[in-house]
Nanobody, 125 residues
Framework: QSDLVESGGGLVQPGGSLRLSCEAS????????VAWFRQVPGKEREGVAI???????YYANSVKGRFTASRNFAKTTVYLQLDRLQPEDTARYFC???????????????????WGQGTQVTVSS
């Protein structure tokens, strides 16, 4: 159903870490800009990080210094390392991909062609 599949979410205590994965099905992520979003119930999806085809990364200010996006050698899978997690990071995390994006519009969910179902991250003591 979805071209992208996220995994790696779970329950973690404040200060803990998780690593999220985004695996493509039917598309080659090597050719796509990949972004991470997160969403809590009743809220709009929030841009977290974006990684271009050359592996350059931009992070939202809310996660800068705590989250790290990366890609494997073949760039068929992308990762988001979540460190020093806070309760405010609790959300469902999604990856999204597109070939057509202006850097200034990376947080616009309408710019992305492919989405995963999301993986839940819950930060609680």
């Amino acid at each position: 159903q979805s071209d992208l599949v996220e995994s790696g979410g779970g329950l973690v205590q404040p200060g803990g870490s998780l690593r999220l994965s985004c695996e493509a099905s039917g598309i080659n992520l090597r050719s796509y800009v990949v972004a991470w979003f997160r969403q809590v119930p009743g809220k709009e999806r929030e841009g977290v990080a974006i990684q271009d085809v050359g592996s350059d990364v931009y992070y939202a200010n809310s996660v800068k210094g705590r989250f790290t996006a990366s890609r494997n050698f073949a760039k068929t899978t992308v990762y988001l390392q979540l460190d020093r997690l806070q309760p405010e990071d609790t959300a469902r995390y999604f990856c999204a991909a597109t070939k057509n994006l202006l850097y200034s519009e990376w947080t616009d969910v309408d710019k992305y062609d492919f989405w995963g179902q999301g993986t839940q991250v819950t930060v609680s003591s």
